[in-house]
């Protein structure tokens, strides 16, 4: 007789305890870009809403940045750093493919045996993270999970391209997730397009740094930098990624109307209010504008912008937020979830 497996169970529902961010020292004008393209402050506040971004320094490294955002969020939801049992850190700067970060991160905050991993999901890598620690904790794999994004993007940014010099930055954000009686965090609504994998991507591979031309000696390639077709990218997010916050929010058996609060990807103004106009917000909604001081962080976008609105006094606990993530890949992600 075939032996029957036993199967973990969790708590009924999970949510977000608490919320923290950290953003470089180092601000970066849109003056300063300018010196280093032909470009100006009303040109790029038109093409993309920001006017200033964060650019981190030597010593504010993906962990230490990390670690910083994450000690915020443990304090916030108000738990001992020893009960997390699981960190999730979704980042596409972490410049060594192995060890993951997240078991230095997890050792330097005192989460002592905690499973630990990364995720490469580029701008979606927050609601990624918060899509799986919701699974963890409803089957009962983990009890508290940190999930963290952090990037270093300037250190892949060609400071010398008119078309994405200005969009990128550095900056963590944290989320601590645990149990539940009530629902906190709706159905995951995510995907990718694969086919459109080339909108958004790496100018060549790390493996390419170590290639010479036999004949001359000279490196085949430059620093790996991010290249966008900032056009097609824009049409995708405005329009298809709209469609899938719209799912997003009826699978969490709302409506619009019952939203508090829109926090999308901050990757550009302009996709962030033709998004809002398709899924037809009201007034009564707040929406994440935080792409105006803080310029494009990937996975650490949606938790920085977060933290600002309630620091802002913008949001309250308990008000219900839809976070909606998009990106290289091209892939998505969102969920409703209730604010802490």
Known sequence: MTATLQSSTGAAHSRLLGIGGYRPERVVTNEEICTRIDSTDEWIRTRSGIGERRWAGPHETIQMMAVSAARKAIDRAGIDPAQIDCVIIST?????????????????????????FDISAACAGFCYATALADSMIRTGTATTVLAVGVERLSQITDTSDRSTAFLFADGAGAAVIGPSDTPGIG???????????????????????ARRDDADGVAGVSWPTLQMDGRSVFKWASY?????????????????????VFVPHQANLRIIEAM???????????????????????????????????????????????????GAGLVHAGQVVVLP
């Open 240 to 260: 298809t990624v709209a469609e899938v916050a719209r799912t997003a929010i009826e699978r969490a058996g709302i409506t619009p109307a019952d939203l508090d």
């Open 92 to 116: 596409v700067t972490h410049l060594h493919q192995t060890p993951a970060i997240a078991t230095r991160i997890a050792a330097e905050l005192g989460a002592t045996g905690a499973a630990a």
């Open 276 to 326: 809002a106009r398709t899924l037809e917000l009201g007034d009564h909604v707040v929406i994440a504008r935080d792409i105006e001081r803080q310029g494009n962080t990937s996975a650490a976008s949606i938790p920085l912008a977060l933290e600002a609105l309630a620091e802002q006094g913008a949001t309250r606990p308990g008000q219900l937020a839809l976070m909606i993530g998009f």
């Open 187 to 209: 159905p995951v609504v995510w995907g990718s397009d694969g086919d459109k994998a080339d909108l958004i991507t790496q100018s060549a591979g790390w493996d390419e740094l």
